[in-house]
């Protein structure tokens, strides 16, 4: 069994989606740090040396455009964290939905196919599930994001009828200096003015970016590892164990509170189904698996997330 350090052969052919967004980027830098080739999947125009053109919204992808390429990540998509009206969460579902279809039929279809396809995915998967502690064998949520995640995931199926081995990305909170919910509390929280958010009960499920790039490199060199994967930390916090662990990272007070229904006015549907709800998400797939995290607990996360 690989360890957790390993990641793809030196020698391999990457494909990556959503590659300039904030976990796409890390992983580019680190797969090419590790020798591999990455190309980048952008949309037309935007392209160049060995990057491949596509439009997932058209159904555009050269039948011959991953000729040669031994895996692909595919993390594209419309963001979430913004205010939704019937057309957003239209473009939410679309560009998950379609651009995973247009990629899992242009695998099948591939004479010589790669032998993984790693699919992004969320925890919202669940839902908001209160104290209820959730692995990879939980049924589904109901709300809007539930049922996107499941046609994002079901999207994945003609790649692993045809034989490839998929492995679906449940993503909880990234926590980054450079963006993310991380990136937006920094300021608020240097200033002395961060707090819980709404009751602060709601569960976080969450994991360091530089152990979700880890966890990634280890999903692609590990054969047993398919299906959904909930890649998070093996310890959740509530929102409010959340900020008294940042103000005490950043050596900032965290009492203020941001009441819900302040971001209600602000984020309407959003608010309520993401930042005032929450999952209780354990890594039970990965640990299985034989990978250990460099960052267990949030402090830890933190602090290496925000070393100068």
Do not use: C
């Not at 010589?112 to 396809?117: A, F």
């Amino acid at each position: 069994m690989p360890t957790q350090t390993e990641s793809s052969s030196p020698t391999s052919v990457v494909a990556v989606t959503g590659a300039t967004g904030l976990i796409g980027s890390a992983l580019v830098e680190q797969l090419r740090a590790s020798g591999a080739r990455v190309r980048r999947l952008v949309r037309p125009g935007r392209g160049g040396g060995d990057d491949v053109e596509w439009d997932p919204m058209r159904g555009a992808l050269a039948p011959n455009a991953l000729d040669g390429v031994d895996a692909v990540v595919h993390l594209a998509g419309e963001p979430i964290a913004q205010r939704w009206s019937a057309e957003k969460k239209r473009a939410i579902r679309e560009s998950r939905v379609r651009g995973t279809e247009l990629l899992a039929r242009t695998i099948a279809e591939m004479p010589r196919k790669p032998r993984v396809l790693l699919s992004g995915s969320a925890v919202g998967f669940y839902g908001d599930r209160g104290d209820e502690l959730l692995d990879e064998a939980s049924a589904p949520g109901t709300d809007f994001l539930a049922g996107v995640v499941r046609e994002w995931e079901a999207a994945t199926r003609a790649a692993s009828d045809a034989g490839v081995r998929v492995t679906l990305l449940r993503t909880g909170v990234v926590l980054s200096p450079n963006g993310g919910a991380l990136g937006k509390l920094l300021l608020p929280f240097r200033m002395g003015v961060g707090g819980p958010i709404g009751s602060g009960r709601q569960w976080m499920s969450w994991i360091s970016l530089h152990d979700h790039v880890r966890a990634m490199t280890f999903a692609l060199a590990t054969e047993t590892l398919s299906g959904p994967v909930n890649f998070v930390a093996p310890n959740p916090v509530t929102n409010a164990e959340f900020a008294t662990t940042l103000g005490r990272v950043l050596t900032r007070p965290a009492f203020v509170p941001v009441p819900a229904f302040a971001l209600e006015v602000m984020y309407g549907e959003m608010a309520r189904a993401t930042i005032l709800s929450g999952q209780r998400v354990l890594p039970a797939a990965l640990v299985r698996s034989g990978f250990e995290h460099a960052h267990p607990t949030l402090e830890q996360a933190l602090r290496f997330e925000l070393r100068d």
